[in-house]
């Protein structure tokens, strides 16, 4: 397991979001797989993204 930075903290353990729109990957249309970033286990592919 990884070291988180508080606001990777936030979201992946205390279940928190970021502000709509606001996340780095929003409007970007790249191939590949989104993984977690405590545990590098593959989430989802970015074409699945929602």
Do not use: H, N, W
Request: aromatic share 12%.
């Amino acid at each position: 397991m990884k070291d988180l930075t508080p606001e990777e903290k936030k979201v992946i353990i205390d279940k928190g979001t970021e502000a709509p729109f606001t996340g780095e990957y929003v409007y970007t249309m790249d191939p590949g797989v989104y993984v977690c970033r405590q545990c590098g286990k593959p989430l989802y592919q970015s074409e699945d993204k929602f």
